[in-house]
């Protein structure tokens, strides 16, 4: 069989144009058209062409640069300035400008608080073209870590363990000083002693400011890298990190939104996530679908107060498993009474809030018809009879989890996977994002601009 032989002294005419380095369909193309047609007044990035001084960079140039690279996961500086001398479509791209790595790496450090805007405006553009309708929105979050470790991240526990074990190390040293001038012996390493007890004591100080600084802003833990982090818990351990967050719109699966959040779980957010994204639409949306992580009553009701369906099941309503014998479930609930009838016919009627008003508390009127009952033992051991605890919105628990189980509702529901999921799986596994490069949380939210904006693109 013939082979085929490359031949590195062959001469070949090279196109004289950069604009005939690539097809006219290639998808570059795309890349280019789409920085071209964002506002960069909008986003607060400044063109001045009469500028004084030393010349910099086109900023139009340097975003297509971080768009496009991260649109093929190329995302450090030092990748992104070889591709600019060895890449043909960054090149064109480029119009052959070739910035070192510490100009792309500063132009997206100071730009941090304005590039994460670039995915409104991707959005925008998206229901301009009729991608995006706006009506259904699924949410979904990821943890990712930051720019950190975690054997940074501090709590009071171990500045507390430090601060003990540096007054330890430091009284053993004053100790072995003592002794040296005692003993008037090799005064270098009275020398060594007084510099340990100098880093100590410098140690001690900078503890004792994580310290204060944990109490002054009532923070569970610090890290002092990325202030901003917090330690999440996934399936790959504990890291410090973020928690990553998307709204995706129902009918082509576009994202319309992102945040990076400083939480290690999604209870709380999702009211916050589709306010943003209904900023970005500018309308309200219709319908809002999301995992059980979501459910939280006081945060959904607040979606409800504005007339949009929410689809989020509980816990109980997901692991398809029944109330136990003796469960608040098999209570029976009297609306005018505001009381609880137990299968064993007793009423349990209102007693008080506690909890700070969050929990309502139903108890047995005689503990004596508890203790005689023949299933005492197995509802309750308590001597005081059984109580019940529901939250002070228990009838929007009720009415959350009756919208779920409708046939239209679940309908929606079984489409979440594919359209919230997908993106975060192109994030991580196509693009290989394991980790966030830039720190603080704006970092994190330039980062996951950037990506939504590049997904949108590219799907």
Not at 73 to 94: D, P, Q, T
Not at 432 to 455: H, I, N, P, T
Request: aromatic letters at 8%.
């Amino acid at each position: 069989m013939a082979y085929r032989y490359g031949n590195r002294e062959q001469i070949e005419l090279f196109p004289q144009a950069i604009e005939d380095y690539v097809t006219k369909d290639d998808p570059v193309r795309a890349y280019d058209a789409f920085c071209e047609a964002l506002d960069f007044s909008e986003l607060g990035i400044a063109l001045d062409e009469n500028h004084v001084g030393n010349p910099q960079y086109d900023p139009k140039a340097m975003v297509k640069l971080l768009v496009y690279g991260y649109s093929y996961g190329i995302r450090s500086s030092r990748k992104l300035e070889r591709a600019v001398y060895h890449n043909i479509s960054f090149i064109w791209l480029m119009g052959s400008l070739k910035p070192d790595y510490k100009t792309i790496a500063n132009f997206r450090r100071h730009n941090t608080h304005t590039i994460k805007y670039i995915l409104k405006q991707c959005a925008q553009l998206c229901m301009k073209l009729g991608l995006i309708e706006g009506n259904t929105l699924f949410t979904n979050g990821t943890k990712i870590r930051s720019n950190a470790s975690i054997k940074n991240t501090w709590d009071k526990e171990k500045c507390a363990s430090y601060l003990k074990h540096i007054d330890k190390h430091i009284e053993s040293i004053l100790t072995e000083c003592e002794k040296i001038d005692e003993e008037e012996q090799n005064q270098n390493s009275l020398v060594k002693m007084e510099q340990s007890l100098k880093e100590q004591e410098t140690l001690k100080t900078k503890v004792k400011d994580i310290l204060e600084e944990l109490n002054k802003d009532n923070k569970k833990s610090i890290n002092t890298i990325d202030q901003e982090a917090v330690r999440i818990n996934s399936v790959h351990g504990s890291h410090a990190g973020y928690n990553a967050q998307i709204v995706v719109d129902e009918k082509f699966g576009f994202i319309v939104h992102t945040d990076a959040t400083s939480t290690n779980n999604d209870a709380k957010l999702l009211s916050s996530q589709i306010d943003g994204a209904n900023l970005t639409l500018g309308k309200k949306c219709k319908t809002v679908c999301a995992d059980t992580g979501y459910f939280d009553t006081e945060d959904l009701d607040k979606l409800s107060e504005q007339d949009i369906q929410v689809i989020v099941p509980t816990r109980r309503l997901v692991s398809k498993k029944g109330p136990k014998e003796f469960e608040k479930e098999r209570f029976k609930y009297d609306d005018k009474s505001d009381t609880y009838i137990c299968p064993e016919g007793h009423i349990l009627g209102y007693s008080f809030i506690n909890n700070n008003g969050k929990n309502r508390v139903y108890r047995i009127s005689k503990s004596s018809l508890c203790r005689q009952c023949r299933r005492f033992s197995t509802c309750t051991k308590s001597k005081r009879g059984r109580t019940i605890l529901t939250q002070a919105n228990e009838h929007i628990r009720k009415k959350l989890e009756s919208d779920y189980i409708k046939p239209e509702s679940q309908a929606i529901y079984s489409l979440r996977k594919q359209k919230a999921e997908l993106p975060f799986g192109h994030i991580k596994r196509n693009l290989k994002v394991d980790a966030f490069l830039l720190r603080g949380r704006d970092g994190a939210r330039l980062e996951m601009s950037l990506l939504s904006s590049c997904f949108n693109i590219s799907r």
